[in-house]
């Protein structure tokens, strides 16, 4: 993805960049990468060229950053919710026993 | 790496937040409508959210009252996040009556955004500003 931040790249060149990965590997993480939406692929004659489609990553990221948040939120409520559940409880507790003595 | 940090203060102890990391019933209290989930080692993570976004992962980490760390996807064709493909880390942090919970996303498909100054540092200085009693206003993505 760093690769093909800012300039668009032949599979080729990125391959070059990954000395341990074989082509079709390359390939196979580009196609993934496409399907997904994140990278978009041109056609230049008979090379095939590749770009990140930042809207998209940032879309997914901001989507992420919500979904996590707002549980935060909701984790905090109920959690306040049942502390407080349970300090009444004790709170009843205490004055009982005051009471029986 | 990039990573997602969130984090929240909340006005309870951690014997009381535990269960709703843990108990499916009271996961689904403020996330998800069914979690399907074993936390051990190993065990399923399966929250689904609404009636169709079905995530899913598997734990990797359980420490009672200080942490649980599971790998997290969404189960759906062609998804950019796969299940299983990142892992959450969400640790309690007592601070006097209160606890700090953390949330740390990892292994996100975003580590460009870092390298060009846009993105996550946006978020933390909102958080700064809110964490410290300020109001950061209405969220506006950062520049581009």
């Known amino acids: 993805m760093r690769l093909v931040w800012s300039e668009e790249l032949p599979a080729t060149s990125i391959a070059d960049h990954f000395a341990d990965v074989t082509r079709p590997a390359i390939s196979q993480h580009l196609g993934v990468l496409k399907e997904a939406g994140l990278v978009s692929e041109r056609r230049d004659g008979t090379r095939r060229l590749y ?23 909701r984790l905090r409520d109920a959690s306040e919710a049942a502390q407080h559940a349970t300090d009444v409880e004790r709170e009843k507790g205490t004055s009982d026993d005051r009471a029986r003595t | 790496m990039t990573e997602l940090v969130r984090e929240i203060v909340i006005d309870a102890t951690p014997e009381t937040i535990w269960p709703f990391l843990t108990e499916p019933d009271k996961h689904v209290q403020w996330l998800g409508t069914v979690a399907e989930i074993d936390p051990r080692p190993g065990g399923t993570y399966r929250v689904k959210v609404g009636d169709r976004h079905q995530s899913g992962g598997e734990y990797v980490e359980v420490v009672p009252l200080e942490k649980v760390v599971f790998t997290f996807g969404w189960d759906e064709p062609n998804h950019p996040i796969p299940a299983g493909s990142t892992t959450v880390e969400i640790s309690l942090h007592p601070e006097g009556t209160k606890t700090r919970v953390r949330l740390v996303h990892r292994g996100l498909p975003a580590d460009a955004i870092d390298d060009h100054g846009h993105g996550w540092a946006h978020y933390l200085e909102r958080l700064a500003t809110v964490g410290e009693g300020g109001d950061a206003g209405p969220d506006v993505a950062p520049d581009q």
């Open chain 1, 51 to 73: 770009r990140a489609r930042q809207d998209e990553v940032r879309k997914l990221l901001e989507e992420l950053d919500r979904y996590w948040t707002a549980g935060l939120e």
